[in-house]
């Protein structure tokens, strides 16, 4: 649960961002993040292998596995990975790649099956990826099919979100989370129910428009009509924790007001006081954001396409209302969402053609944008300082500043 003290912490720290002239005593003018971070190929190839291909990433709710052989085609890092409930209920995952030549197990999206054949020679897996027969066995002597199962790719669950790994000496993803999951357990992750989904294509690289979503720097500008007219910027509290992982706060400018579109929904009695009342926003490194609510949740999640391309996928849960069909409300609160996101978006291919130019040398970020900062050095830390070229290093400075603990 978010503690008594995370609550008065989240608290204080908004008054003090109201209050406050400056930055905190001591807190460091940032570095510039060198524009190469988004355009350079060699570096943008570091990211793809260190990052990408080596951190936990959401894949898909519990709901969209409904039943023994309910399966999924994932392919977001680039890699095939098949997500399946076993028949012993239990979600796992693997490539997607049969042990003889490389043929496909399955080849649609999504769909249910009893096992998993490969349909160029014919090679059978269970529902568990174990191979449990093979066409004309005479003519493989001395084979031990214990041996040639499916290449697993980690699984794990937070409640019933599903998140992959392709790195398999990675830590769990509860504990590469840290205090998030004890956090979450206010808005109860295990009855969070799936409501919708819906990607969008960008015409940009992906940390161009994750930038912003790592801020509130630009509500005034971008939002003026829409979420600036209810959250104040000026007291969002910040909240740096290691890993890249981070928390944002922003109160509503009148506290009694209430999101309309959210009026009539269920609501969950569990959550705190921060979750019902005061905008908390979380980003799980590398490209989940998480604006948390009691009544309904949006994963937004950034997916590099190519260099200049990437996906923005926005995927909706809500508390268990019981069975039958979405409630209408629904209908509403997802249109509305969208609206903003639109605001978020418009300006994404524009600025990917300034990060080219010449006339573009990086960021120059403040106070307010230190969550950007933050998840640039995360990345340095995962790619490894010493790969990454010199130019193009960031440098680190904000490590007294990162705590393990919200509380604390």
Same mark, same amino acid.
């Given at each position: 649960?978010?503690?008594?003290?995370?609550?008065?912490?989240?608290?204080?720290?908004?008054?003090?961002?109201?209050?406050?002239?400056?930055?905190?005593?001591?807190?460091?003018?940032?570095?510039?993040?060198?524009?190469?971070?988004?355009?350079?190929?060699?570096?943008?190839?570091?990211?793809?292998?260190?990052?990408?291909?080596?951190?936990?990433?959401?894949?898909?709710?519990?709901?969209?596995?409904?039943?023994?052989?309910?399966?999924?085609?994932?392919?977001?890092?680039?890699?095939?990975?098949?997500?399946?409930?076993?028949?012993?209920?239990?979600?796992?995952?693997?490539?997607?790649?049969?042990?003889?030549?490389?043929?496909?197990?399955?080849?649609?999206?999504?769909?249910?099956?009893?096992?998993?054949?490969?349909?160029?020679?014919?090679?059978?897996?269970?529902?568990?990826?174990?191979?449990?027969?093979?066409?004309?066995?005479?003519?493989?002597?001395?084979?031990?099919?214990?041996?040639?199962?499916?290449?697993?790719?980690?699984?794990?669950?937070?409640?019933?979100?599903?998140?992959?790994?392709?790195?398999?000496?990675?830590?769990? /993803? #509860? $504990?590469?989370?840290? !205090?998030?999951?004890?956090?979450?357990?206010?808005? =109860?992750?295990?009855?969070? *129910? @799936?409501?919708?989904?819906?990607?969008?294509?960008?015409?940009?690289?992906?940390?161009? /428009? #994750? $930038?912003?979503?790592? !801020?509130?720097?630009?509500?005034?500008?971008?939002? =003026?009509?829409?979420?600036? *007219? @209810?959250?104040?910027?000026?007291?969002?509290?910040?909240?740096?924790?290691?890993?890249?992982?981070?928390?944002?706060?922003?109160?509503?400018?009148?506290?009694?007001?209430?999101?309309?579109?959210?009026?009539?929904?269920?609501?969950?009695?569990?959550?705190?006081?921060?979750?019902?009342?005061?905008?908390?926003?979380?980003?799980?490194?590398?490209?989940?954001?998480?604006?948390?609510?009691?009544?309904?949740?949006?994963?937004?999640?950034?997916?590099?396409?190519?260099?200049?391309?990437?996906?923005?996928?926005?995927?909706?849960?809500?508390?268990?209302?019981?069975?039958?069909?979405?409630?209408?409300?629904?209908?509403?609160?997802?249109?509305?969402?969208?609206?903003?996101?639109?605001?978020?978006?418009?300006?994404?291919?524009?600025?990917?053609?300034?990060?080219?130019?010449?006339?573009?040398?990086?960021?120059?970020?403040?106070?307010?944008?230190?969550?950007?900062?933050?998840?640039?050095?995360?990345?340095?830390?995962?790619?490894?300082?010493?790969?990454?070229?010199?130019?193009?290093?960031?440098?680190?400075?904000?490590?007294?500043?990162?705590?393990?603990?919200?509380?604390?």
């Amino acid at each position: 649960m978010v503690s008594k003290a995370a609550v008065e912490r989240i608290k204080a720290g908004m008054q003090y961002e109201f209050a406050r002239t400056a930055p905190p005593e001591g807190f460091p003018a940032l570095p510039p993040v060198p524009g190469g971070r988004y355009t350079d190929p060699e570096f943008l190839a570091l990211e793809r292998r260190h990052l990408w291909q080596r951190s936990w990433l959401y894949a898909c709710h519990a709901d969209e596995l409904p039943q023994p052989g309910s399966f999924l085609l994932w392919k977001r890092t680039g890699s095939p990975v098949l997500i399946v409930r076993g028949k012993d209920e239990v979600i796992r995952a693997f490539y997607n790649t049969c042990q003889h030549r490389g043929g496909p197990v399955v080849k649609d999206a999504s769909g249910r099956v009893d096992g998993l054949v490969c349909q160029y020679h014919g090679w059978t897996y269970g529902l568990d990826g174990r191979l449990v027969n093979l066409r004309d066995k005479r003519d493989f002597p001395d084979f031990d099919a214990k041996c040639h199962g499916l290449a697993a790719v980690r699984c794990e669950r937070l409640g019933n979100w599903v998140f992959v790994n392709e790195d398999r000496d990675a830590p769990p /993803l #509860l $504990d590469s989370l840290g !205090e998030i999951p004890a956090m979450f357990a206010d808005i =109860q992750p295990e009855q969070q *129910r @799936f409501v919708h989904k819906k990607t969008y294509r960008v015409k940009c690289n992906v940390k161009v /428009l #994750l $930038d912003a979503f790592l !801020e509130v720097y630009h509500l005034k500008s971008i939002h =003026q009509n829409t979420v600036d *007219r @209810f959250l104040d910027y000026r007291g969002t509290t910040i909240h740096l924790w290691p890993g890249g992982h981070s928390l944002m706060v922003t109160p509503n400018r009148r506290p009694e007001w209430e999101d309309p579109g959210a009026r009539g929904m269920l609501k969950l009695a569990t959550a705190s006081e921060v979750t019902a009342r005061h905008n908390p926003s979380y980003h799980l490194y590398p490209n989940l954001v998480t604006p948390v609510s009691d009544s309904g949740i949006p994963f937004i999640l950034f997916w590099p396409v190519s260099s200049r391309e990437m996906d923005i996928e926005v995927v909706w849960f809500a508390p268990d209302w019981g069975g039958g069909a979405l409630p209408a409300l629904w209908e509403t609160r997802l249109a509305n969402f969208e609206r903003i996101l639109y605001e978020d978006t418009q300006f994404a291919e524009y600025i990917q053609e300034s990060v080219e130019s010449p006339g573009y040398a990086g960021l120059h970020l403040n106070y307010q944008e230190r969550r950007i900062y933050h998840w640039h050095e995360e990345l340095d830390r995962r790619i490894g300082a010493e790969r990454v070229p010199a130019a193009l290093r960031v440098q680190p400075v904000l490590a007294p500043f990162v705590k393990p603990s919200l509380a604390g």
